[in-house]
């Protein structure tokens, strides 16, 4: 009797051990389950040409293209000899792509590759000279001498491309996936359960689930496809959502302290001191924020907004109200950098309102306490006790705030700075000092699209602060090709003393610090801080291959040739994290204070550095930053009332994806653009565990970038649906569902929130 697998069923008893175990070390597929839930990428119409242009570099890809030329080229070989390669242009009817194999299948090759035949292509995609390419991809011949499989998968009209790599070709995959779903079928999908309740799928005119995965696997029309791709992303959101909700609606169940601010007291004395007005963005954001402090459940809210936008002044503000309300607030902040950043300036904001129980302090004055891992002795001490006693009102520090032997004396608000850069467990633990949970407001000046708020934070409610305050001035940015264009470069330290000539500062920002010990940071890598680098290219590689190969650009070299070079003769200091913090925080008050010129930095000055007196960047092999971190540095410039200059410098060629990614950062200041398009480049990855979980994404086939409708439809039916059955007891199958996306790591992470 045959052996039909159950959906969680191993691979290996379904396909043998060799795929299985490709499956799993390389593509992360384990179960029948999983290996359904591998999609296609998109499909291969018969008679249509794929379009080569949008293939995307370094991934290993399936193209079906039709052989337009195919040549042997004779060369010689380093130590002698004569070899040969054979050169085979492909065309997809728009555009070409060239195929290239060495060594001594070449005539083999030339003899199936004939101009005009037809195959499926699967190779990784690199470039030389300026053209993609595929060096020895593997391919079947899609034509009558190709065999009957082959054929027939080719005469149904769509062809399934997947998700594949260099161990398991497109065509592999769509066999495997074949076996699993007649397996399936042989049983009667006995073991797949619906997350869909009946009449959501029927009320939304959704397809049920074994259709899909028919029709997604093995599609008979395009309409077919999308029937799929409806039913499939509604199961992903919904799931999504479902968890979401409960988290949100388990929050109102907890208990809080409510805290109103007192009239006439530290909040306000405070507002009365500020040289300005809040902007309305800021006087909308605060009236949210004090409303969730005033109810007696914890606040969980995302603030956002631009790079400059005000945020840490909301966010102060807060903190003052809960001190008025007999309370402490906590900011919590991922560098120590930017823990005595924020210090500095809440208590030059502050002043003398600073200065409570000290001589000289204000009657309605608090005690703003400092706390990070690498405090003296003494001075730490004296931080716990002000922290115990209630002494102290805010505290300011990194995750030295989370240690056990920190203790409050009522903790009521925690504000965490820069969210993306602490773990769930460092969060929950802050969390966890109040006697009640503490109000939660979560800071971040990485602007999100909406669908992702809803996604990555659903369980928070979102702010947004898109107003720039008065006196910001723009900032103008531009690519510097330093390998293209040498003079560049040059031109571009000429931009720097003339900013510095004229009373301004300027930074400079490296990938690397330069001190490793692993051999690199000594080796001084081409290009640096003199222009592009020209020689050095072995003959078959690309240009991509040589800006990639060479170690990143360093603080410490980098400084070094400035300061013998283009830039001799003006005060040049280096910041990194590795320094004595308090060697960083001297360099940072010099710096802040004009008595340096050039601070040549890695990215320790990304966030929350604020020295209006600024106002050049110039960012050292920017193509291997991201984008949402590229807008971040040059957020650093232009915050006073002189213009600010951006200059990203690279070696990569123009027609590469990171020198468009770059021309992108240049284009525009709008950070919620930007964040569009360092998700798109990036994929969502796991949403849901944010990269914090370690498990493959639950988001297959849901786009939150573009699926922006269905995303708010499922929340809205999450939502009610939780909230009529929140431990969804006449839900069974939904909560199967939803115990399979939460397994151990993702069920902390919500847990956490």
Not at 552 to 557: C, E, G, H, I, K
Request: include cysteine; aromatic fraction near 4%.
């Amino acid at each position: 009797m045959e052996y039909v697998p159950a959906l969680d069923e191993s691979l290996k008893k379904l396909l043998g051990a060799a795929t299985a175990k490709a499956m799993a070390e390389h593509l992360d597929l384990h179960t029948v389950g999983d290996l359904l839930h591998h999609y296609p990428r998109r499909y291969a119409e018969r008679g249509e040409l794929t379009t080569l242009a949008d293939l995307p570099l370094d991934e290993h890809v399936t193209v079906v293209a039709q052989v337009a030329d195919a040549r042997v080229h004779t060369f010689n070989r380093g130590g002698g000899g004569k070899a040969q390669r054979l050169e085979v242009t492909i065309t997809d009817g728009s555009g070409r792509m060239q195929l290239v194999f060495f060594g001594r299948t070449v005539h083999f090759h030339q003899k199936e590759l004939l101009p005009g035949r037809r195959a499926m292509f699967a190779g990784k995609v690199g470039v030389f000279n300026r053209r993609l390419q595929l060096a020895h991809p593997e391919y079947k011949l899609l034509d009558a001498d190709s065999g009957t499989d082959t054929v027939r998968s080719f005469a149904n009209e769509l062809l399934p491309l997947y998700p594949a790599c260099k161990q398991l070709e497109s065509w592999t995959i769509e066999q495997s996936v074949g076996i699993a779903l007649d397996s399936m079928a042989a049983t009667g999908w006995e073991g797949l359960t619906d997350p869909l309740p009946p009449t959501l799928r029927d009320g939304r005119g959704l397809t049920d689930l074994p259709d899909a995965l028919v029709k997604i696997h093995r599609p008979r029309t395009k309409a077919d496809i999308a029937d799929a791709r409806d039913r499939l992303k509604w199961d992903e959101a919904f799931v999504l959502q479902v968890a979401l909700a409960r988290r949100r609606h388990a929050d109102t169940q907890l208990p809080a302290v409510a805290r109103r601010p007192a009239a006439d007291g530290l909040l306000t004395a405070f507002d009365a001191k500020l040289p300005f007005t809040l902007t309305d963005g800021q006087r909308k954001v605060s009236a949210e924020i004090f409303d969730d402090l005033a109810t007696d459940h914890p606040m969980h809210r995302l603030l956002q907004g631009e790079v400059g936008s005000g945020k840490t002044l909301v966010a102060l503000r807060a903190m003052l109200a809960v001190v008025d309300a007999g309370g402490q607030a906590a900011m919590l902040a991922p560098t120590e950098v930017l823990a005595q950043q924020h210090h500095r300036s809440i208590t030059e904001m502050m002043g003398e309102l600073a200065e409570g129980g000290m001589l000289g302090g204000a009657d309605h004055g608090t005690k703003v306490v400092l706390l990070t891992g690498s405090m003296g002795t003494a001075a730490r001490r004296q931080a716990l006790l002000d922290l115990v006693t209630g002494e102290a009102g805010l505290v300011i520090g990194t995750h030295a705030l989370i240690e056990d032997k920190v203790q409050f004396h009522d903790l009521g608000l925690v504000v965490v700075d820069e969210q993306h850069r602490f773990g769930v467990e460092q969060r929950d633990a802050l969390r966890g000092k109040g006697k009640q949970p503490p109000h939660l407001l979560v800071m971040t000046a990485t602007p999100i699209p909406r669908t992702v708020a809803m996604t990555v934070f659903g369980d928070l409610e979102t702010s947004v602060l898109d107003q720039l305050p008065a006196g910001r001035s723009p900032i103008a940015s531009h690519v510097v090709p330093a390998a293209d264009k040498p003079h560049f470069l040059a031109r571009a330290w000429e931009r720097v003393r003339e900013e510095t000539e004229a009373g301004h500062q300027a930074y400079v920002v490296c990938p690397r610090i330069g001190d490793e010990e692993d051999g690199n940071g000594s080796g001084k890598a081409k290009g640096g801080a003199k222009g592009g680098s020209k020689d050095g290219a072995k003959k078959k590689a690309s240009p991509e291959d040589e800006a990639e190969k060479r170690p990143p650009l360093a603080v410490l070299d980098v400084a070094e040739q400035l300061r013998a070079g283009p830039l001799a003769g003006l005060r040049v200091e280096v910041l990194h994290g590795r320094m004595h913090p308090d060697d960083k925080d001297e360099v940072m008050r010099r710096f802040a204070a004009g008595d340096v010129d050039v601070l040549v930095a890695t990215t320790v000055i990304e966030v929350g550095v604020n020295v209006p007196n600024a106002t050049a960047m110039v960012i050292m092999d920017a193509d291997r930053f991201g984008v949402s971190q590229l807008h971040q540095l040059r957020g650093r410039v232009g915050r006073g009332s002189a213009p600010g200059l951006c200059l990203l410098v690279t070696e990569m060629p123009e027609a590469s994806p990171a020198r468009q990614r770059l021309g992108a950062v240049a284009a525009t200041l709008d950070g919620f653009e930007l964040s569009r398009i360092d998700l798109e480049q990036r994929r969502e990855g796991d949403v849901l565990g944010q990269a914090q979980s370690g498990v493959r994404s639950s988001l297959r086939m849901l786009a939150v970038i573009d699926d922006e409708q269905v995303i708010t439809a499922a929340r809205e039916e999450a939502t009610a649906l939780v909230l009529a059955d929140p431990d969804l007891t006449a839900h069974p199958e939904l909560r199967t569902a939803l115990d399979a996306l939460l397994d151990k790591d993702r069920e902390e992470y919500l847990e956490k929130g």
